[in-house]
């Protein structure tokens, strides 16, 4: 599966807990009060950082949400299809025999 494909799956899962946020956050605070809804967010911010972190490009290490590795860059909530810093196509799947 390429890079692109899994952000996108991470994308989607984070779309739909920003859309049950509500539900999900009320539920956290009628079960734990005010310590459930710092958990809740918590939870929903984590998920955030985990999108900065965890995808990388193979060549050079950018996300594939950030536009360049300048100082100042942008965040986009969608993947990029090229690297913005290599110019690698996110879009092709990694040949893993090759490791």
């Not at 009320?26 to 809740?40: A, D, K, N, W, Y």
């Not at 950082?49 to 969608?78: E, H, Q």
Request: charged share 15%; hydrophobic share 45%.
């Amino acid at each position: 599966m390429s890079l692109y494909a899994k952000c996108w799956l991470f994308t989607t899962w984070f779309l739909i807990l920003f859309f049950s946020f509500p539900f999900w956050i009320s539920f956290l605070e009628q079960r734990f009060g005010p310590t459930g809804v710092l958990i809740g967010g918590g939870f929903w911010l984590s998920h955030g950082i985990f999108m900065m972190l965890v995808f990388r490009c193979p060549n050079c290490g950018l996300t594939p949400f950030r536009s360049s590795k300048d100082f100042m860059a942008w965040y986009y909530p969608w993947p990029r299809k090229i690297c913005g810093h290599c110019g690698r196509d996110h879009r092709a799947v990694e040949d893993r025999s090759a490791r």
